[in-house]
């Protein structure tokens, strides 16, 4: 916009401030954002892309605790490929996350949908969700591995009750990977619920005014608006859960008193406990690298994988 199409009053303004007056005006409107955002990405780069850049750096050699650096190309990627111990934490780190994050998902949905509503007490009973998530996960681990035990244990207990025999929920691979997920269900619904219950305060109250109005029932409200308008909260929650369950470490290593082997057999090592594995016992950070590469390059999938099925439900091309 010239000063010629600007009032006059306006125009006398512009030309009485000063030069300096006026850059630094113009400073405040463009540089600042710029500025303000500036410390996110100066740790994001020093904790994260640096990170990032120094293991494919290292996955390209044959480096040691030793002290030996050699040249290896994409050897460590071509040896990992053709390692069953790295293609089997892989299938026990995917079986894990479907099992855990599905079932989470629909229970943080209708649990935050349930908080949603008007209740009593209902602001204790928000934030009591949260409780499982500031429990020490080694707490956690110590009371499931209790509850998962083979001969007194109180799930097989309560399965003996209905005629199934004991399960050794360590020693077996599917038993472990429900155990485990059940375990990570119990830390992190609650969390997932409360940004749920976030995105649902978003939601105008009008709109549930209408459809009552119009003869919409409760359960009809929620599948025709309250969904379609959680669909930016459901993007966030479903990532977020792909790479928190992809990198799955905590409750797997504790789940097995705290060895990265995942069990004797490595019925339920994840691609992480792999990655510390060869790490920091074997020393072996050149291969330790290329696997942390392919479980980046993994959850990169998974997340688009993710992202594209839950645009699909919610309606978006």
């Known amino acids: ?3 010629d199409t600007l009032p006059r009053a306006a125009r006398s303004n512009h030309r009485a401030r000063p030069p300096g007056r ?5 400073l405040d409107v463009k540089a600042m ?26 996955s390209l050699y044959d480096y040691d605790l030793t002290g030996t ?3 290896a190309g994409l050897g460590n990627y ?4 053709g390692d069953d ?5 892989t299938v026990n780190t995917l079986a894990m996350f479907i099992i855990a994050t599905v079932p989470q998902m629909l229970l943080a949905l209708f649990l935050a ?4 509503k008007r209740m009593r007490f209902r602001l204790a009973l928000r934030m009591s969700v949260l409780l499982p998530l500031v429990t020490s996960v080694v707490a956690v681990a110590v009371v499931f591995t209790q509850l998962f035990a083979r001969d007194w244990g109180l799930v097989n207990w309560l399965l003996g009750m209905v005629g199934v025999d004991n399960t050794n929920w360590r020693a077996e691979r599917v038993p472990s990977w429900i155990a485990i997920a059940t375990m990570v269900d119990w830390r992190w ?5 409360i940004i749920f219950l976030a995105g649902m305060q978003t939601i105008p109250r009008d709109l549930y005014e209408a459809a009552s109005i119009d003869g919409a029932s409760q359960r009809r409200q929620f599948w025709q608006i309250t969904l379609p308008m959680l669909r930016p909260t459901m993007i966030f929650v479903v990532l977020n859960s792909t790479i928190g369950g992809l990198t799955l470490f905590s409750e797997p290593m504790t789940f097995y008193n705290g060895n990265p082997d995942g069990g004797s057999q490595g019925q339920f090592q994840t691609v992480a406990m792999f990655v510390y594995k060869e790490a920091f016992r074997e020393f072996d950070y050149g291969y330790a690298s290329a696997a942390a590469w392919l479980l980046f390059l993994l959850i990169l999938i998974g997340a688009a994988i993710n992202f594209a099925f839950v645009r699909r439900i919610g309606g978006t091309k």
């Open 22 to 26: 006026r850059w630094r005006s113009r």
């Open 69 to 71: 650096v050699e040249w």
């Open 1 to 3: 916009m010239s000063l």
């Open 78 to 81: 071509t040896a990992l490929l």
């Open 85 to 89: 111990d790295f293609w089997r934490a």
């Open 113 to 116: 949908n349930a908080l949603n």
């Open 33 to 58: 954002p710029y500025f303000l955002v500036s410390p996110y990405f100066l740790l994001f780069a020093a904790f994260g892309l640096f990170p990032l850049a120094f293991t494919l750096y290292y």
């Open 189 to 193: 619904t609650g969390y997932n619920a």
